[in-house]
C-alpha cells in the first residue's frame, strides 16, 4: 500500500456519530472501507498544500470503476487548478470561499458531446439525444463516478465538498471551462486536506427507518422519528453555533419559497441553450 | 473489523485490467478501499445464498454517510426480497432473471413524498417542487447514496448490478412497491454472491485522458484514444464469446435509434402522472 488510510474510528462509535446514540441501526459486516466512508463530512475550508501526486488520477481511476450504463461512459470530469478560474467558479456559487482556497476542484460533466462527435463522424443520426431519460442516465453516471472519486480521496486523508451551485449559471461555467455543446457541469467538487477547525464533525442524518423501506413503503411512523431527528439536529446546531432551527425548519426553508432555488428554476431553459433539449 | 476484505489485485495489475497493460494511467495513493473500487464488475448471475445479517443496514448506514445536497436526504431505500415481487420487477425490466435470482434488490427513490408530508403537516406552500432542477437534485442525491451502498457491499466480498429498466415502467414499479405520489424508483440494485461463471472479469473503460480534461475541456486527441478503446473492448467481447461490435459501435447502436430507449422517451410523461413535473 502507497499510503496509510486514516485512522477511523470503532463501528459503534462511528454508528452513534450518525445517527445518534439511540436509534442505531442494526448493521452487520464492518471494514475500514466501510468506517471511511461512515466518517464522511462535507469540508469548506482547506489547507494550501497541494494534493499528493497521482491522487487525482487514482481518484479517476475509481471513478472509471463505478458502474455506468450499458457502458456508454456519458460522463468526463475536469480539474481546475488555476486560482484565476477557482475565484470565477466561486463566485458564480454565490462566493463560496473553499472553491478559491481547496488546491484541486473537480467540474463533474454530463457529457454526451463526444456521442454527438461519433455521430457527425459517422453520419448516424442521434435519435436518443433530446430526452430526459438520457440527460438523468449522464447525470447519474457522472455521479457514481464522482462518489468513487469522494471515496478514494477520503481513504487517503483528502476531504471534499460538492458544489452544486454550479447549476446557478451553467452557460456561464461551460463558457469558463471551454465546454463544447451537448456537455454541463452537473456539479462540482472541492478536494484537498481540512484545516484543524474545517474538520469539523460528522452530521446526524435521519434514522434508518425512516430512509429504509422492506417489501413496501412504510411511513407510519416517519413523524415520531422525524420529531427525534429534529432534537438530534437541534444539539449539532448549537455545538456548531449554527442557527438552531430543526431539521424540519430547515426543510421548510428550502422547499417552501421559489427564491431558495437561487434561480436554478431556470435550469431547463439554460440546458435547451446548451443542447439539453430535456424532452 | 467484523469481516475481512476480499482479497484484491496490487495497483499496477488492478490498472491494466481497468484500462489495458498499455495506457496505464499515473495513479498515486492506493489502498485496499481504492483496490475494492477498481475491481468493480456488474455481476448477473447470483448464488441463492441471503446476504449476510445486518449487511443491508451497513450498506445504507454508508449511503446515508454520502453527501446530500443541503442536508435534505431527498431520497429513500426500499429493500425487496419477496420472491412474487421480485419475479414481476423481473419482468418490467424485460426479463432481468439476476432480478429473480439475487437474495436481495434494492429500490433506489428520489423522494419528495417525506417533504410533501412535511409541506402538509406545516400548511406550508411547496413551491420549489415542480422543476428539473428539484429532480435532478434527488435523483443525484440517490445516487451518491447507492454508489456508496455497492462500495460496502463490494467491501464484503457480494456483488451488485443496477437496474436502469426500472424507468421502464416507473408507475408499474410504484404500485407494486407501495409508492406515495411524488416518489419514485429512479433504478434499482441487485445485490448477492456471484456464481462463480458470473463473476467476469473487470471491464476495460475508456483511457482516462479520454474523460480527463485540466483546465479547460480538450477533445483534440480523442479519436485516436478511442480506436485504441475499440481495439481493447473487441478483445473483451471475444474473450467472453460477446457480439465483437467495437465500443464506437455499441455506442451508435445505443444512441442512434429511439427504439434502444425501450420506451424510456415517455419518462417525462410518466414522471408528470407521478406528481414529478420536471418544468
Known sequence: ????????????????????????????PWNETIATMLDHRSVRSYKPDPVPAGALESMIAAAQSAA????????????VTDPAKKKVLAEIAGGQKHIEQCPLFIAWIAD???N???????????????????FMVASIDAALAAQN??????????RTVYIGAMRNDPIRVADLLGLPPQAVVVFGLCVGYATEKGKGEVKPRLPQSVV????????????????AYDAEMSKFSARHEL????WTQRVLNRL???????????LRAALAKMGFEVR
Chains 1, 2 share one sequence.
Open 256 to 266: 417552501g419559497p421559489i427564491k431558495a432555488m437561487n434561480g436554478r428554476e431556470t
Open 116 to 134: 454527438q462527435r461519433i455521430s457527425n463522424a459517422t453520419k448516424t443520426p442521434f435519435e436518443t439525444m433530446p430526452w430526459l431519460e438520457t
Open 68 to 79: 455506468t450504463s450499458s457502458n456508454m461512459q456519458w460522463w468526463s470530469a475536469l480539474a
Open 243 to 246: 442557527q438552531a432551527a430543526t
Open 149 to 158: 472519486a469522494v471515496v478514494a480521496a477520503e481513504s487517503m486523508g483528502l
Open 1 to 28: 500500500m502507497d499510503s496509510l488510510t486514516p485512522a477511523t474510528p470503532p463501528k459503534t462509535e462511528a454508528l452513534a456519530r450518525r445517527y445518534g446514540a439511540d436509534v442505531l441501526p442494526a448493521a452487520g
Open 112 to 114: 454526451m458531446s463526444r
Open 212 to 227: 429504509l423501506h422492506t417489501e413496501r413503503y412504510d411511513a407510519s411512523r416517519e413523524e415520531a422519528l422525524r420529531a
